[in-house]
């Protein structure tokens, strides 16, 4: 099955930065597209970030273009989420996962339901 195991959250104040760690174990993620989503406090887990598997295609979630930045490294099996001029509405924990379906040229689903090996989630705390 794999493992993912997400690292790098925090406190930050509005405006700061933070980068989060996906790390696989148990099995290479290297074939397929991973996502980054996030679940705030009585809020559905929503679509933040993905990359396909060869790092030719992303996608972001309008409230994060321009401020954030997934990218991977498949020698080490990690995938990562720069985070920048965080702001209150960012504060959720923050889940990578990859998608069931491998060596996709395109980003396929943003659909939580689309991905699995869900980690256990990091924290991201912006004070405003």
């Known amino acids: 099955q794999g493992q993912l195991v997400e690292s790098g959250g925090g406190l930050v104040q509005a405006g700061g930065s933070l980068r989060l760690s996906c790390a696989a174990s148990?099995?290479?993620?290297?074939?397929?597209?991973m996502g980054w989503f996030r679940q705030a406090p009585g809020k559905e887990r929503e679509f933040v970030a993905a990359l396909n598997w060869s790092g030719t295609s992303t996608y972001y979630a309008d409230p994060v273009k321009g401020r954030f930045t997934i990218s991977r490294d498949n020698a080490k099996n990690t995938v990562y989420l720069q985070m920048n001029s965080l702001n209150a509405e960012d504060t959720a924990v923050y889940y990578c996962?990859?998608?069931?379906?491998?060596?996709?040229?395109?980003?396929?689903?943003?659909?939580?339901?689309?991905?699995?090996?869900w980690g256990q989630g990091t924290q991201v705390t912006v004070s405003s």
């Open positions: 148990g099995r290479t993620f290297s074939s397929y597209t």
């Open positions: 996962a990859a998608d069931r379906r491998a060596h996709l040229p395109y980003i396929r689903s943003r659909n939580p339901s689309d991905y699995d090996s």
